[in-house]
């Protein structure tokens, strides 16, 4: 679906004024990203996140070394590449 589309809302009666607003909201250039698609992006360029998540994926291997005995109760930490 485009920005330019009503989409599930309707303007049915409403000002004309109003839905050139909604539609000039919805054309803006920060809403053609899906935040789905931004967050992890925005996680792994910035280096106080990056330390974070390493210390995080250390100690939960630690965890899971002294704990779960039974593979399928055992936490996988994959390691992500970070974007360049």
Not at 27 to 47: G, I, T
Not at 71 to 82: D, R, W
Request: aromatic share 6%; net charge negative; charged share 25%.
């Amino acid at each position: 679906m485009k920005a330019s589309e009503a989409g599930p809302l309707d303007f049915t009666g409403r000002p004309q004024q109003e839905i050139q607003l909604a539609i000039a909201w919805n054309q803006m250039p920060h809403r053609r990203v899906l935040l789905r698609d931004l967050v992890p992006r925005l996680l792994f360029e910035n280096a106080g996140t990056q330390a974070y998540l390493k210390e995080s994926a250390a100690d939960w291997e630690k965890t899971q070394a002294q704990g779960a005995e039974d593979e399928k109760e055992k936490l996988h930490v994959v390691p992500c590449p970070v974007p360049t």
